[in-house]
């Protein structure tokens, strides 16, 4: 789906609101809301972007880490004898 789709036309909106699984009209109304309230119309839970790219990046250390983990001991596991 190019960028910009969204807009152009009303079964193109129905489209995509199959697609994503979300109600009738839902990205209408976040475009008017976009388009009036700017950045402030979709707030994050009152985190700034940098708070929230932080704490994403704690996430992402933290996936990083189970997985070697989890690499470690499919590695030991793998060595022992049946």
Same mark, same amino acid.
């Given at each position: ?12 909106? @129905?489209? %995509? *609101? ?10 209408? +109304?976040? =475009? ?12 994050? @839970?009152? =985190?700034?972007?940098? *708070? ?7 996430? @992402? ?7 070697? %983990?989890?690499? =470690?001991? @499919?590695?030991?596991?793998? +060595?022992?004898? =049946?």
């Amino acid at each position: 789906m190019p960028y910009g789709s969204w807009n152009r036309g009303r079964s193109q909106g @129905n489209e %995509i *609101e199959r697609e994503l699984g979300i109600g009738s009209g839902r990205p209408y +109304r976040w =475009k008017k809301e976009l388009s009036q309230d700017g950045e402030r119309a979709f707030p994050c @839970n009152g =985190k700034s972007r940098d *708070e929230q790219l932080e704490a994403l990046r704690k996430e @992402n250390r933290e996936l990083w880490e189970e997985r070697d %983990i989890l690499r =470690k001991a @499919n590695a030991i596991f793998s +060595r022992l004898p =049946k």
